[in-house]
Each structure stands twice: as C-alpha cells, then as structure tokens.
C-alpha cells in the first residue's frame, strides 16, 4: 500500500460559473512539500437512453473545448453539491432528450480526469421511456439520433465519437447487457 499523502492546505486561484481552481499545499511521503493545482467540480450524471426498438438516443451539441459538433449522451452537472445523481440524470434526460423513465438503473461512475479534477460522473441507463418535453437550457443547441450499439461501437472504433463518458458508457452497457 502506498504511503499517506497529506494535504496541509488550499488556496483559490480562480471561482467562475463552471471552473473553480484551487492549489493545494501536500506533504509528501518523503517528507518533502509541493502544490498541485486541482479544478473542483460538484459533480455530474449521464444517462443511456434505450428507446423501444433498442436504440440508444445520443445528442450532438457544439463544445467550445474540441470546438466542433459532439456527439454523446444526455449529461449534465448537477444543479447543487447535494443533488442526488439519479435525480440528475432523470432532469437530463428530460431536459436534453424530451423524454421521461419509471425505469433507470445505475450502471457505474468514473472519475473524469483524475490528474486534474474531482469531478466524478455517474452513469445511469434508462429504458422504457415516456415522451415528455425536451426543456433544453438557453445555451444548448441539440440534435438528437438514434443509434444501434452496434453502430456506435463501430463510431467508437473509427474515432467519431471522442467523449469519454459517452465512450466508457456505451461499451459497458454493451457488455453489461450481452449486446
């Protein structure tokens, strides 16, 4: 087991809407200090939405950070540090994808890059779903398609799709249901 790392302050570099930066001040192992620069993030869910025919519903949505058309799962933030992460992927699904579930199962969750945030996303599949009213928020422009997993896989294999949650969920529900 490795040695305790043990965290002897923090300091705000930078707060915004999305983005809150801190330093922390660590002690080492060995006895030495240093600071590691770390993004704070609440948290996030996603969710795999099955329609009747087996097909999963992706939105493609314009992401400033890739600075093109991505194509993924509903996800979203959530709306406080206490949300809880099913109650958040039911808002997305809803907001993103006009639809509603009764059925939504918890597949995994995975930290989202563990070298530089604390964001963990947690990952849900829902099926046997109700048309509703897609509510999309004013900054969000969204398609939505349809998909087989086989056809995503073969997206995953060619490189169309490069979101990582998307990415991990669509394989893992692949394996996880025998698909």
Not at 139 to 161: A, N, P, S
């Amino acid at each position: 087991m490795a040695e305790k790392i043990k965290k002897l302050g923090q300091t705000e570099i930078y707060k915004g809407v999305r983005v809150h930066l801190v330093k922390e001040q660590i002690l080492l192992p060995n006895g030495k200090e240093t600071e590691w620069e770390l993004i704070l993030h609440p948290g996030a869910s996603a969710i795999v939405p099955v329609d009747d025919e087996g097909k999963i519903i992706m939105v493609r949505q314009y992401r400033n950070a890739s600075d093109s058309y991505m194509l993924e799962i509903p996800a979203g933030v959530f709306d406080s540090p206490n949300e809880d992460p099913k109650e958040c992927a039911a808002r997305e699904l809803e907001e993103e994808i006009g639809y509603s579930s009764n059925d939504i199962e918890f597949l995994f969750n995975f930290y989202s890059a563990i070298g530089i945030c604390n964001e963990i996303i947690n990952i849900f599949v829902a099926k046997n779903l109700i048309p509703s009213k897609q509510n999309l928020d004013e900054d969000e422009f969204i398609t939505i398609e349809r998909y087989t997993v086989d056809e995503l896989v073969q997206m995953i294999i060619k490189g169309e799709i490069k979101d990582n949650k998307s990415i991990s969920s669509i394989l893992l529900y692949k394996e996880k249901y025998g698909l």
